[in-house]
């Protein structure tokens, strides 16, 4: 289960393939990949697929714009082929296409491998062993979490900002100057009421004797284990395979250039 | 990174993190607003450059706020990490973006030696970060694929952006904090009490 | 359970022989420089086992003084100290970082700022972490310290799912992890409801006795605590302890400084309180303002008022009391027209609330949040008071004058050019008040108005009110505050979705299985003051 492979083995693993896609601009490549970290997903973790989609669905539209973008403005070095067909003046050739789609398919495997990321990894596990694993600071680590614990109560904030803005009549105020005045309205005390906050849990946890020092005791001992590795050198290598074999079906492109 | 930084510091970076996760999403409608509009003409991603330059502004709020080498990238490092705790569809790509963009911006204030922070310097941040993190899309998101007059419309849209929603806003922003007062424990709450003092005096 | 006999006990065996824990010795604290101290020239000195109160009141720098005692303050503000203090006969500069953090554990007013992991046995593990126990221990460790403070098996609960009462035992137990020597609590029970404020005292009372810890209380509003407390001391607005002693003396020696001071007088020492319902005010109300018929209301699909009947009439004083969580603010805001009903009406002088123009209604209706701060729109105080009147388009000549009697009544003239959110708690107070009445409004809504202020700032409230209701304002109150329940015309209990009474406060009173349903308790003129009962078994 993906849920129980160590948070920063998982953020190596989904970071260097995202890394690795900006080399290509190939259709099948990214596609292929894509479809890799699909099964990948549904096979060997427990999230839902209607959950899946509500995050993986707009991305859709983002993922289509650019590639339109892309397909209408490509540069020289990318459009090649024959002209397909020509809009507002603009030739759109076989290249452009083809790149338009790549890119999107590579930003589609962003959001998918962010996606494995982001729905089977506990935040506290993840800082946790960011800090046993990767020996970032507690300091940084605990600051962290203690920040990222007032986000309930910022939402809840900004309801009550709503309505005491509303008592005030701050609505009514009119013009793109009394806008500008409302992101400052509810900014400024949210800001404000941070910042107190976060002096006020930074002393909290002093006075109860942490000091950032790296020498502690772990409630939550996480380790590396092989099939952490194993994770790892599976999203890894499933990508240099797909790489080769696009290689050697003639796909490949990288930067423009067919190998 | 680590022991030069107080607790406090950090967990304000962190909180930053939160507050301006939450008010990227507002701007991001806007942007959604702008980019519908310019869809039809393959202009969308237009939208998103021009509010851009908000995911610099926590960059620019520390380092103007706390007055340290390193507050600048540091507090863009946590804030990407926040919003990777947040959850949604951010990975640890992003934490991978916020490095970029931090040490773009943090790149202004270096070259300044850390001793100054008025608006120019800020503007001057905004801007560095704008760059910075546009010669990574150009590879990251491969905009390196599309037309030279594309990219340097979005270049200029994006480093526009930077200067004004990172750099201008952000001082606006961190100013007003300081005249409630609960700066009162850092570098910028200090300035203005002298400031205060020295005109009193 | 006779503590009474018991105190006397402990301080026949001390007499003589009290060793101090603590020692304050000249200790001055500034956050920037040493001419304008938070307090000054400080020394006292707190004894083994001892519970000492100290109050003061709000800004008299009682928090700072906490965080100094255990070597937090200065470097965490970077202000200034001079003078020392010794643990122990020990300077507390010479321990190590973190060292004296754990034997002197503090318990902080705000529960939802003290904590930095999600759930409960993560804060905990986090407290033994820093003390490097080894991890096979932690556990075992946890479940008792739940034990102790009656929470077992909330190991794996979410911290932000607690209530007040349960995060400030939480908060408890992180710290007695510690295994402190001295105990300090900074207004722990400011923010938590009458029951929840009363078990916590026992809590601490039980923990004093097993651990023999030495315990530091500092506090406003003493009247629960003074029962555990062997001594008190008094700090004045000038930053000196102005009255150290055994409860009973300073109290009856010092009565009018104190008072001057604005610190809460124990109620049993307090003999300008009226604590009769006020009769100025003509008891009979006929006109309707608000009424209330069927409602419900549903948050995230959760049930919080269900069928609901209820009538505010004109010129009334309203309370609405009832535990954490019951609906009361929710009550509130669906009588103001912040939120909508999900079944039900609700009239306004007789016509459907959300039939009302806006504007108008905004005039007409007035609400004071819990949080001054949140009502603050503006960068000056003048601009806050008139912003109303401008965005109504009220004439130059009125505006100002209003704004200046406005200022005047509420004491803000010389702040006129402040930032509001830069004032004193009692001040934003204030100020958010005043923002409700360049109108005079037919009814003002308060959300918990008096939580954490003290005697002076509730008592200016407390006039405020009073003139108010002589315009035959209708005023609605939220409040944990029994002493102000016991003032009001009319007290509505809310219990379960549901309201459980209706009617004066003095028929509440007597009605003991209701009282303890909805987590009330008595006023203090109702309580017995038999010296040596304990006041907890008089709770219900």
């Known amino acids: ?129 960011l800090m046993q694993q990767c020996k970032v600071p507690p300091k940084i680590t605990y600051g962290i979490l203690a920040g990222y614990r007032f986000l309930p109560s910022f939402r809840e904030e900004m309801e009550i900002l709503k309505q005491a803005h509303r008592i005030r009549g701050v609505h009514r105020t009119k013009g793109i100057k009394g806008k500008l005045q409302q992101l400052k309205r509810y900014s400024i005390p949210l800001l404000a009421s941070g910042i107190r906050k976060a002096e006020r849990v930074a002393i909290a ?55 | 990174m680590g022991n030069q930084w107080k607790l406090k510091e950090i967990v304000l970076m962190s909180i930053l993190g939160v507050v301006f996760g939450i008010i990227y999403l507002a701007f991001f409608l806007i942007g959604q607003g702008i980019r519908n509009i310019l869809a039809p003409f393959g202009l969308a991603p237009f939208g998103y450059e021009i509010i851009f330059g908000i995911w610099f502004i926590v960059s620019i ?141 | ?54 109050m003061g009141p709000s800004g008299s720098g009682k928090s700072s003084l906490a965080l100094c005692l255990n070597g ?46 999600l759930t409960v046995e993560d804060e905990l593990a986090f407290t033994l972490e820093n003390r490097k126990i080894p991890n096979a221990e932690m556990p075992k460790r946890i479940s008792a310290v739940l034990q102790q403070i009656g929470m077992d098996g909330f190991q794996k609960r979410k911290i932000h799912e607690l209530s007040g009462g349960q995060k400030q035992k939480i908060a408890l137990a992180s710290v007695l992890l510690l295994e402190p020597e001295v105990l300090i609590l900074d207004e722990p029970t400011a923010n938590l409801d009458p029951v929840s404020r009363l078990e916590f005292i026992r809590l601490i009372r039980s923990m004093q006795r097993q651990f023999g810890i030495t315990v530091f209380i500092i506090e406003h509003q003493i009247d629960d605590w003074f029962e555990i407390a062997d001594r008190v001391l008094v700090m004045g607005s000038n930053g000196r302890i102005i009255a150290d002693g055994e409860v009973n003396t300073v109290f009856s020696e010092n009565k009018n400084r104190l008072r001057e001071e604005g610190v809460f007088l124990p109620q049993q020492f307090d003999d300008c309180l009226n604590h009769q319902n006020s009769k100025s005010i003509p008891t009979s109300f006929d006109k309707v303002i608000i009424s209330i018929e069927n409602l419900s209301f549903k948050r995230n699909e959760q049930m919080i008022l269900k069928n609901m009947n ?16 019951a609906g009361k603010s929710t009550l509130l805001q669906l009588m103001a027209g912040l939120l909508k009903p999900t079944n039900g009406e609700i009239y306004f002088q007789d016509v459907f609330l959300h039939h009302w123009n806006e504007k108008e209604l905004r005039k007409r209706i007035g609400f004071v949040f819990q949080n001054p701060e949140h009502q603050f729109i503006t960068d000056t105080v003048y601009d806050e008071i008139t912003f ?60 918990e108005p008096t939580s954490g202020q003290d005697a ?85």
């Open chain 1, 1 to 129: 289960m993906i849920s129980s492979i160590n948070p920063s083995i998982k953020a190596i693993a989904v970071l260097i393939p995202g890394i690795m896609l900006g080399f290509t601009f190939d259709v099948f490549t990214p596609l292929l990949y894509f479809i890799f970290i699909l099964i990948v997903t549904f096979t060997m973790s427990d999230i839902p697929i209607s959950k899946w989609l509500k995050f993986f669905s707009p991305f859709l539209i983002v993922a289509a714009s650019f590639a339109w973008m892309t397909i209408l403005y490509a540069n020289q070095t990318f459009s090649y082929g024959k002209v397909l067909f020509t809009i507002w003046g603009l030739e759109i050739t076989e290249g452009s296409v083809i790149t338009g789609c790549s890119l999107a398919l590579r930003s589609l495997c962003f959001v998918s491998l962010s996606l494995l990321f982001a729905l089977t990894t506990d935040s506290t596990k993840f800082m946790l062993s």
């Open chain 1, 205 to 259: 946890m002093e006075s109860k004797g942490f000091t950032g020092e790296r020498e502690r005791t772990h409630f939550h001992q996480l380790t590396v284990q092989k099939k952490d590795w194993m994770f790892l050198a599976l999203l890894i290598g499933g990508l240099a395979v797909i790489y080769i074999t696009s290689y050697y079906l003639g796909y490949l492109n990288i930067f423009g250039k067919q190998f």
């Open chain 2, 61 to 201: 709020i520390a380092a103007y706020i706390i007055r340290k080498p390193g507050a600048a990238f540091t507090a863009e490092v946590i804030a990407g990490i926040t919003e990777v705790l947040l959850g949604t569809a951010a990975g640890p790509g992003l934490i991978l973006s916020a490095a970029v963009q931090g040490a773009g911006a943090e790149l202004a204030f270096a070259l300044t030696r850390w001793k100054d922070y008025r608006l120019r310097v800020l503007v001057l941040s905004g801007m560095t970060a704008a760059v910075i993190s546009f010669a990574w899309h150009l590879f990251y998101a491969g905009n390196i694929a599309l037309a030279p007059w594309v990219i340097v419309a979005t270049f200029a849209v994006r480093v526009f952006s930077g200067a004004l929603l990172a750099g201008v806003l952000g001082k606006w922003i961190s100013d007003q904090l300081a005249k409630t007062g609960v700066l009162r424990g850092y570098a910028l709450g200090k300035e203005l009490q002298k400031q205060r003092e020295q005109g009193a005096a």
């Open chain 3, 1 to 54: 359970m006779d503590m009474h006999l018991e105190r006397s006990c402990k301080n026949n065996v001390n007499k003589g022989q009290r060793k101090p824990v603590l020692a304050v010795k000249d200790f001055s604290f500034s956050y920037e420089n040493l001419n304008k101290p938070i307090f000054h020239q400080l020394s006292f000195e707190l004894y083994e086992r001892e519970t000492t109160l100290l």
């Open chain 3, 72 to 117: 937090l303050y200065p470097e965490a503000v970077e202000g200034t100290s001079s003078g020392s203090i010794f643990f122990r006969g020990k300077n507390i500069r010479d321990f190590h970082k973190g060292e004296i953090n754990q034997k002197i554990g503090i318990v902080f007013q705000d529960p939802d700022s003290q904590f930095c992991m």
């Open chain 3, 310 to 325: 209820l009538e505010i009439r004109h010129g009334e004083f309203v309370a609405i009391a009832g535990e954490n969580g």
């Open chain 3, 388 to 447: 109303g009147m401008k965005l109504n388009e009220e004439s130059e000549e009125k505006i100002k004058s209003t704004a200046n009697q406005l200022m005047q009544q509420f004491h803000l003239i010389k702040h006129r050019h402040s930032n509001p959110f830069s004032l004193s708690g009692g001040e934003k107070r204030r100020l958010s008040v005043a923002t409700m009445l360049d109108e005079t409004p037919d009814i003002l809504f308060f959300d």
């Open chain 3, 456 to 540: 002076q700032t509730m008592e200016e409230l407390m006039n405020i009110i009073e003139k108010l209701r002589e315009n035959g304002t209708s005023i609605v109150f939220v409040t944990h505050n029994m002493d102000i329940v016991d003032q009001v015309d009319r007290v509505i209990v809310l219990h379960q979705q549901k309201i459980i009474y209706d009617g004066i406060p003095d028929n509440l009173w007597g009605r003991k299985e209701l009282l303890k349903k909805a987590r009330l308790c008595l006023p203090y003129r109702m309580k017995s003051h038999d010296e040596g009962v304990p006041v907890y078994d008089l709770v219900y």
